[in-house]
């Protein structure tokens, strides 16, 4: 099925979740936000947000410095 991912479509496989979506990212233990058609998925459900045909997902990763 195909997302819109950061701006673009990205294909992936259905039923996926967010949190394998992050994982397939190479994004797991990064500091980042993750919002699925303008809502922020907070990181204790991620594992459990499915995501669907269409679906717009933003990721946003958090940047230190100083």
């Keep these: 099925m195909d997302i819109i991912l950061n701006g673009e479509t ?3 496989r259905d039923g996926i ?8 990212l190479g994004l797991t ?9 303008e ?3 907070p990181r204790s459900r991620l594992k459990e ?8 997902v933003e990721i946003v990763h ?3 410095g100083g």
């Design 10 to 12: 990205h294909t992936v």
């Design 29 to 37: 233990g990064r500091r980042l936000a993750l919002e699925v058609n």
């Design 17 to 24: 979740s967010a949190a394998e979506l992050i994982d397939e």
């Design 49 to 56: 947000h499915p995501l669907a045909p269409g679906d717009r």
């Design 39 to 41: 809502e922020i998925v």
């Design 62 to 64: 958090a940047i230190g």
